[in-house]
């Protein structure tokens, strides 16, 4: 058993950018010397998210419009009262998505579907340089 | 410390099926050789999740029409433009829950609530053939 | 390789109070004699979740707010039919948020940006006393 750790960086292009990180995490993987566990992959920072999604044009798009639906940019925040960063809404996505993600692998394969990828999903309403672990446990 | 893996086939009966695993999965741990740790259950695919919910008569009801009050099936999506398979909400949905639950263990003992089961949740248009993993690593 | 597991017991003062474990967890981590790995939080109960937020005044209001616009407490639930103890809502946003959470760490410290706390959030609608599982993985 062993415990292997990578920090990544990556730069989103702004508000609702979807970035596929499979081939990545996938690489991360195979070159490991773990064979069979589980690679958690978090974001450090409360205005980001990690999930699975079929990286396709249509639902890159209309994913974040359902998180508009539930938290539109343009209705009163707390938050904003305080900070004037615009960035409310931004906020509670995220924490509604939650900053990680646990994908197993049996013998240096991720266990995701032929249509399903790892995706950063940028929820602040600008381009952001962005701090991502990646970390297998396994044997 | 060991890592045990387990693949398992689960058929839904179609849309907002909700299938309890806690039996399965408990047993799998309690017949695993490993006292303390963690099990992840992971769905292969874009358009199932799992969760924990108290598994009774109206939660399963009520807890798919919440996901539908946020994404409603007929509305227009992305997805449907591109691939016409009429289940954009069902991957909008499957993303915003996340494909992966972890659950710790004490003792071969599942962590969970009395009121609190594992369950899998169909979110596709229709009745299918689903691939989990369930992956207990610990000592 | 090692597991260490803590169970601890929190107070919420009642519905949507949001709780930060940071600290706690934190310290956790530190004092066990595991350097690199992964903590799991674990909600055993059905109404009750954890996740990550800037922990401020705004947002531990804006979060909960934006649950009950996915699912207010004044309409109809199953659940309520059966059970009749006006938890409905609780429930379904519990299942949505999941009980679970990982965060890595390295080299004693947990892997959150700067303005990312851990919090728990009370879903249920009176005070509860609650159950948390911590349970650290790793070398």
Redesign the interface.
């Given at each position: 058993?062993?415990?292997t750790?990578k920090?990544i960086k990556i730069h989103s292009k702004g508000e609702n950018d979807m970035i596929d990180l499979t081939e990545e995490i996938s690489n991360f993987v195979k070159k490991s010397d773990i064979s069979?566990?589980?690679i958690?992959v978090?974001?450090?920072?409360?205005t980001g998210s990690v999930?699975?999604?079929?990286y396709?044009?249509?639902?890159i798009?209309?994913?974040p419009k359902?998180?508009d639906?539930?938290?539109p940019r343009d209705i009163d925040?707390?938050?904003?009262?305080?900070?004037h960063d615009g960035n409310?809404h931004s906020?509670?996505k995220?924490?509604?998505?939650?900053?990680?993600?646990?994908?197993?692998f049996?013998d240096g394969e991720l266990?995701?579907?032929t249509?399903?990828q790892i995706v950063f999903l940028e929820l602040d309403t600008r381009n952001r340089t962005r701090?991502l672990?990646l970390?297998i446990?396994?044997?």
């Open positions: 058993m062993a415990v750790t920090s069979n566990g589980t958690t978090f974001v450090s920072g409360s999930t699975t999604i079929e396709e044009p249509g639902l798009k209309d994913f359902m998180l639906r539930m938290s925040y707390g938050h904003e009262q305080m900070w409310g906020h509670v995220a924490s509604l998505m939650g900053p990680s993600l646990t994908v197993p049996i266990c995701l579907g249509w399903q701090n672990i970390q446990i396994g044997e």
